[in-house]
């Protein structure tokens, strides 16, 4: 799937989380909007307290909501196979890739993060919401996805 050095050159934060498609969808486009226009009330409300916190120090903020975005995220390139989110801040750049793949008559999904932190704000940032994030990922696929599980974490 995505090692993520061909999206974000300079990444040295990742993680990916799989899960099965409970229903098949067309394309990661179309996954991409399920999963991340539809959060669960706790993750809209956890969203909004982020946005009122990073909007003071100049930070983009994110709307989960759908348009001409994923959930809020600005689409940057879509295939039939791969979708990739995210813009670039002061902070950090980051990027959320989803990965449609068939096998054995499944549908696997796979949401990548990458994150390229530009500075110490960076990596204190990302250090405070990375348990959140842990969390907020497998709770979008859950309602659309079977056995999700962490594939994969790391720094560089």
């Known amino acids: 799937m995505c090692d993520g050095d061909d999206i974000l050159p300079g990444a040295d934060w990742r993680d990916r989380f ?4 409970i229903t098949r969808e067309s394309s990661s486009l179309e996954v991409s909007r399920l ?3 539809h959060p ?7 969203m909004a307290v982020r946005n009122r916190v990073v909007s003071v120090f100049g930070l983009r903020t994110v ?25 670039d801040d002061r902070h950090l750049d980051f990027r959320i890739v989803v ?9 696997l999904v796979s949401v990548t993060t990458i994150v390229r932190r530009r500075n110490l704000f960076g990596r204190l940032y990302l250090f405070a919401v990375g348990p959140f994030h842990r ?11 079977a056995n999700v599980r962490l594939v994969s974490i790391g720094t560089e």
């Open 40 to 46: 669960p009330a706790w993750i809209s409300r956890l």
């Open 63 to 87: 709307e989960m909501a759908a348009g001409a975005a994923a959930g809020g995220f600005p689409v940057l390139s879509s295939t039939p196979d791969r979708t990739v989110l995210g813009f």
């Open 99 to 107: 990965d449609l793949k068939d096998k054995d008559s499944r549908q």
């Open 18 to 21: 799989q899960g099965e498609m």
């Open 35 to 37: 999963l991340f226009d």
């Open 135 to 145: 969390r907020i990922v497998p709770a979008t696929m859950r309602p659309f996805c």
